[in-house]
């Protein structure tokens, strides 16, 4: 960001163009859920076996 002035017109200009471009390319909300679901069984450790 360019400044940290609350009240700098730029910088509220650039944040309404980033919430603009992240509205219209939003997700569907299962593929962030999926994302995580795919980051935790990857770092989880395998259980050990009990017999």
Do not use: C, G
């Not at 309404?16 to 980051?39: F, M, S």
């Amino acid at each position: 960001m360019a400044n940290s002035d609350p009240d700098n017109p730029a910088l509220a200009r650039e944040l309404q163009a980033h919430l603009r471009w992240r509205n219209t390319n939003n997700r569907h909300p299962d593929v962030p859920a999926a994302q995580r679901r795919e980051r935790h069984q990857r770092w989880e450790r395998p259980r050990p076996r009990t017999a």
